[in-house]
């Protein structure tokens, strides 16, 4: 076996090319768009190179054909509760079903992360942001990923756990039928909310999304800002995120929550990008990009995706939750309220699945639970320790 460092375009392609080598005759395999992945290692898209650098490798067999692929990074901005030394990062680990194999990839990850000065790595992570490329898949193997979502066959947990990686925290998706009815509770506390002439609500419009980014980092900056390590987010980065939304976004999905004509919670969904993605093969070209609006206009999605769900610190534990996901249900559900009846009608999209949520926040469990999902999926970050007589601290929980 011979381990390549990537050093070119040529290589970059081809450890984007491993994935799908090794993947694609699995039935639950999506392709993941080239150009995601290639944006995550190019310094003038991700932002995490002002902060830290990365490193890929691909792993050669003795015949000379690609059979495993990892990367490593280091980003000064990358803390979590409780860590008391510097943590690294792997990810894009891909591999085939060989322990040797898979130690090697580990190896060359370990020894240029402990050349940077780093203590720890955690994995398989992403190099950016949480909300893609995070967590390895232990249960829900089965599922196609959700956009932003790598693929994970089963046998990966042990090539982890098999080199001594250690559970730092487990991260639930919760799923559901459109078509289901919620438990009582929630018509009742709508219901309530819904006799204050105060409360009101608005599904996004394409054609005033300035004045929903503008709501939506007003909600956002005091729901989250400053919780976490999560710092405030400027209007114009929202505005930029809307913006590059526009092209995939269902209004009828996205909605806002007021009171007193302020805006006090959001629920920001999008439609599983996958269920058209996975026909283009990872290429976004002009002609795949036109392929798309085809696909797009012409085949049915069944699922949608939720983003963020908040709600500003005043309101919370007042029902409020439940009125916003009523009045959503409204246009996803197709529900009708006569004589103070709630009745259900023919949905939009056939399920529901959030993206994840950490163990570590009972809080935001339970509001999932609440609404009566399955757990339809777990991923798992984990941690190892350069050294290997320290005590290993799973993530704590927030209180």
Known sequence: MQLVEVNSARSAQEFIEVNAILHHSHPSYIRPLDKDIREVFDPEKNKAFRHGEANRWILYGQDGKPIGRIAAFTN????????????????????????????????????WLMQKGMQAMDGPINFGERDRWWGLTVKGNEIPPLYGMNYHPSYYQQLFETYCFRNFFNQVCFALKAKDRLQPKFYDRHAECHRDPNFHSENIKKNDLEKYARDFTTVYNKAWAGH??????????????????????????????????????????????????????????????????????????????????????????KGVDSYMIIEGCRLIQHLKIENGEYIIGEPIYDDYEMQWIGEFNPKMVNVAEALGTYRSRILTTYRYLFDRTKEFKPHPILL
């Open 76 to 111: 000064k901005k990358y803390k979590n509760k409780g860590d008391d030394v510097p943590v690294g990062g792997i990810g894009f680990f891909d591999c085939i079903n060989d322990q040797e194999a898979a130690d090697m990839l580990f190896d060359v990850a370990k020894h």
């Open 228 to 317: 976490g390590g999560l710092k405030q987010l400027e209007e114009r980065v929202v505005i930029k995120m809307f913006k590059s939304m526009k092209p995939v976004m269902d209004e009828r999905i996205s909605w806002f929550i007021y009171y007193k004509n302020e805006p006090i919670g959001i629920w920001i969904n999008l439609p599983d990008l996958n269920q058209w993605f996975k026909y283009l093969n990872g290429k976004f070209s002009l002609f795949h990009k036109l392929r798309f609006l085809y696909l797009k206009s012409t085949k049915k999605n069944h699922k949608f995706t939720g983003l963020v769900f908040g709600i500003v610190p005043e309101f919370q534990g």
